[in-house]
């Protein structure tokens, strides 16, 4: 069965980087660039999971942190339990673990090998798939 994923990267170098790594992994990636586009895309498709950054750029000035996304994700009905992983730069150690308690499923540090990212990306599916079943 395929995999959709959903990433939200206001980088377009980094969207095409990624879309063909997961692509290439076997993956159907949907890339969105700003928090309007993916609340649409949240709302249409069901996603097997969610990969971020850490701020999710709306129209200028404003912004979401991935904290804030995912109390929204767990409103809608379609991805309410979907896992959310945050790729970032690692600020501290403190940091990832505020993240990691405010309900994101895993931290991808940056910079990360092609290799270390689609590992991370399917143990996490293989985790959510067995807490399904």
Do not use: W
């Amino acid at each position: 069965m395929t995999k959709n994923l959903l990433v939200i990267t206001s980088s377009l170098a980094e969207q095409v980087r990624l879309l063909l790594l997961l692509t290439a992994a076997g993956y159907t990636p949907t890339c969105c660039e700003s928090l309007p586009s993916a609340l649409t895309a949240l709302e249409s498709s069901p996603f097997n999971a969610i990969i971020t950054d850490p701020v999710i750029l709306d129209a200028p000035p404003q912004k979401m942190t991935a904290v804030e996304l995912v109390s929204l994700i767990k409103e809608t009905a379609l991805n309410s339990s979907t896992p959310v992983l945050v790729m970032g730069d690692v600020i501290s150690l403190q940091y990832i673990m505020n993240t990691l308690c405010s309900g994101i499923a895993r931290f991808i540090p940056k910079p990360f090998s092609p290799t270390e990212f689609i590992e991370t990306i399917s143990a996490e599916l293989n985790l959510a798939e067995h807490k399904q079943a």
